[in-house]
């Protein structure tokens, strides 16, 4: 069965400082894979995605990920982190499209000024 | 703007009582979908539809019910037979024409027992 693992459930950071939040799937073929933002009480905003292609997905508010196959992860990146940033971040996978969604259990991020 | 619209935001339930989460989209998307997240959990699939009048079950559907009678709407019934249905529900819609279109999620109605 597919599982999506976030293996840091909360992360702090100052302002300015490089974020990376770790995302690990298991699954035998290229699954699809996201990366979603929430606000506290708000839904769910795509931050990008990655289906097949160039491994280095660029995404919204200078986000970033790679896919590595042969770590089986999707890490999300940023190379200076806003205070607007701080948020709880989810990695998605699916089988063969984006359907049905597999969700990692989040990493919550706070920022410091 | 297109989007999608939950309603109500916050809802509170009495034991042994039903209740109804709306869910509309102006999106023009086949696909929808209900979730359900619960703090340190993650979000899980309840039920999806992707096409009017059908509908299936997700991870986790008993105690919940839902229908797709236009494209537009998916509401999901909490039934009394759900027994610990405090959570924050999410209801998502999906352009299902391509398969790489992702899901588009609603902010949510926060569900409370009495």
């Known amino acids: 069965a597919q599982s999506v693992t976030q293996p840091d459930i909360h992360i702090t950071v100052s302002e300015g400082a490089s974020l990376e939040l770790r995302c690990n799937y298991s699954?035998?073929?290229?699954?699809?894979l996201f990366w979603y933002v929430q606000s506290p009480g708000q839904g769910l905003q795509l931050l990008l995605k990655y289906f097949s292609g160039d491994t280095l997905v660029q995404g919204i508010k200078g986000f970033e990920a790679e896919f590595k196959r042969s770590q089986s992860s999707f890490n999300l990146r940023k190379p200076s982190v806003h205070w607007s940033d701080a948020a709880e971040y989810f990695c998605?996978?699916?089988?063969?499209?984006?359907?049905?969604?597999?969700f990692g259990t989040g990493t919550r991020l706070q920022v410091f000024p | 703007d297109g989007g999608i619209t939950q309603s109500p935001k916050y809802l509170f339930r009495k034991e042994g009582q039903n209740v109804t989460l709306s869910c509309e989209q102006n999106l023009n998307h086949d696909a929808m979908y209900w979730y359900r997240q619960d703090p340190g959990q993650g979000l899980r699939l309840i039920y999806y539809?992707?096409?009017?009048?059908?509908?299936q079950k997700g991870d986790i559907a008993e105690g919940y019910s839902v229908s797709r009678e236009k494209k537009e709407s998916f509401p999901l019934t909490v039934t009394s037979a759900q027994k610990n249905p405090t959570a924050f529900y999410l209801c998502?819609?999906?352009?299902?024409?391509?398969?790489?279109?992702?899901?588009?999620f609603g902010d949510g109605t926060r569900l409370s027992i009495l």
């Open positions: 539809s992707q096409i009017v009048n059908d509908f």
């Open positions: 998502a819609s999906r352009d299902s024409q391509y398969s790489n279109q992702p899901q588009h």
């Open positions: 699954y035998g073929a290229t699954p699809y």
């Open positions: 998605a996978v699916s089988k063969w499209s984006a359907d049905k969604l597999i």
